[in-house]
């Protein structure tokens, strides 16, 4: 759609009470929760956008953990918006909004799934993952072991507080991501140190069993993710468990036989 944004940001709104809730653009993930109550955010998927043109999106609705169906209570909306990232004296521009979902009139669900479309127009075209391999037939455990060793680098990386090697692991991933949200320029010395989590203790990491293997993209992105979190690691303080980060982590591969990178 036509807006006159210099640097266009689009947001997903979405508002549900008394239902787990996720949420996707152009088959990828963005926004996951399972808190009970009610949910209300704006989340930008700039990130997912990776040019213009038609964009999709999928919202899904399922009943809390140990419940059979969504509550009779629950209710979802959902409406995406553009606006500029700088200029905030401009107001946002709705693009589309998916009708309120109201459970009470509906029959006994254990999901509801609404799909659909927008038109984006960014000023900017990302490679990402449309040229990647496609992963879903590759074998599952050659999968969980790449992805292994770069979480076990990742640990590493963390404990000993090398920011230059996280940088370069994550060199394209951050590119992308920053170019998406118009940042320009390195980062300065404050937001540099933020990429390195600090915690009380010995950094430890969440063991491989716990994690169950997704794909994304048509099947080319690939993650890890624990049950109820994104897609990503999971690091703890020795000192207390509860004590934690979570490293987002998507991961792609360029070309037959090239190793996985991180991409999201």
Known sequence: MYHSYQHPLYEIEVRSRNCRVELTVNDMPCFKS???GGVAVDWPVNPNIL?????????????????DYIYKSANLSLKVYVRDAFANDKPRTLVVEMPEVDFSTKS???????AGNFDASVPYHQLGWQSSVPLIEEDKERIIKEVGLIYDELLDIFRNRDLSRYLALC?????EVFNS?????????????????TL??????TPYHDYHLSF????????????????????????DQKNAVLEM?????????????LIR
């Open 171 to 175: 060199h394209e991933r951050q590119e």
């Open 51 to 67: 040019s213009s043109g038609r964009q999709s999106f999928t919202i899904t609705s399922k009943p809390y953990q140990g419940d």
């Open 34 to 36: 399972d808190e009970q």
């Open 200 to 205: 009380p203790g010995l950094l430890m990491k």
């Open 216 to 239: 994304h993209a048509s099947g080319k992105v690939v993650g890890l993710s624990l049950p109820s979190k994104p897609c990503g690691f999971l690091f703890y303080s020795s000192e």
């Open 249 to 261: 982590a998507l991961f792609h591969r360029k070309s037959p036989g090239a190793k996985l990178t």
């Open 108 to 114: 006994p669900s254990q999901t509801y799934v609404y």
């Open 181 to 197: 949200f118009y940042f320009k320029g390195p980062l300065d010395e404050k937001r540099q140190s933020r990429l390195i989590p």
